[in-house]
């Protein structure tokens, strides 16, 4: 099994649309997720990150189940600007990302 | 503040070539990370330097080396080239005692290897 697995996508959406992203991982004693946000051809920027149960920030929310080791992106109201790749990232250790293969979102109008 | 800065932006090298890259760090930040992505793939951690000493290293073949300065500035050293090194090269740095989501990536060099 992979460390982190990711639907590859794409998902093609209209934009208004609310759509999520789920993310496996193997390591049960990760204790932090990450979601990067990478647009074509640039570096991977941080979205969010999990802790506990889950995070909220505006449209996006984050959700974590530990019982299941999957993680969760849910984005609402789907904008144009959010067509990009969803890197999903299990730290291995402080340093040491481990990520997913991302979820390519295309919104269009 | 500049952020992370990596050169060249673009490079084309022939197999069995070598290449060096290079990596200035966010200012403050003294650990650089090395990165792999492949085309339609996720980063792959290559190593991490930290006091000018490899720290950890991923599963990358000595091919593969570093180095950093003291001004914590780095290079990713690939010797042989083979088709299959052709990627985007992304270079991290975080600040003293920082978490992992305290890491910056730099916008990256790509690799073509013909």
């Known amino acids: 099994r992979k460390e982190v697995e990711q639907d590859p996508g794409p998902f093609n959406v209209p934009e208004g649309a609310t759509v999520a992203f789920n993310c496996t991982y193997s390591n049960s004693a990760s204790q932090s997720f990450f979601w990067y946000r990478q647009d074509c051809r640039k570096e991977p920027k941080l979205l969010m990150s999990v802790y506990s149960s889950g995070n909220e920030d505006g449209r996006f929310t984050a959700q974590l189940n530990r019982a299941s080791q999957y993680i969760s992106l849910l984005i609402r109201d789907s904008k144009l600007s959010d067509s990009a790749t969803y890197l999903c990232v299990v730290p291995y250790n402080t340093d040491k990302l481990i990520f997913g293969t991302g979820t390519r979102l295309q919104v269009f109008p | 503040d500049a952020g992370v800065t990596q050169s060249p932006t673009h490079l084309i090298k022939t197999r069995g070539q070598q290449v060096t890259l290079r990596c200035s760090p966010k200012s403050g930040h003294d650990t650089v990370s090395w990165y792999q992505q492949a085309l339609g793939q996720g980063p792959q951690f290559i190593f991490q330097?930290?006091?000018?000493?490899?720290?950890q290293r991923g599963n990358f073949p000595d091919r593969f080396s570093g180095h950093q300065f003291p001004n914590y500035s780095s290079e990713l050293n690939v010797n042989a080239l083979l088709l299959g090194d052709s990627a985007l090269y992304l270079c991290a740095s975080r600040p003293p005692g920082g978490s992992p989501y305290e890491q910056y990536f730099g916008p990256g060099t790509r690799l073509t290897v013909t």
């Open positions: 330097y930290y006091e000018e000493e490899e720290r």
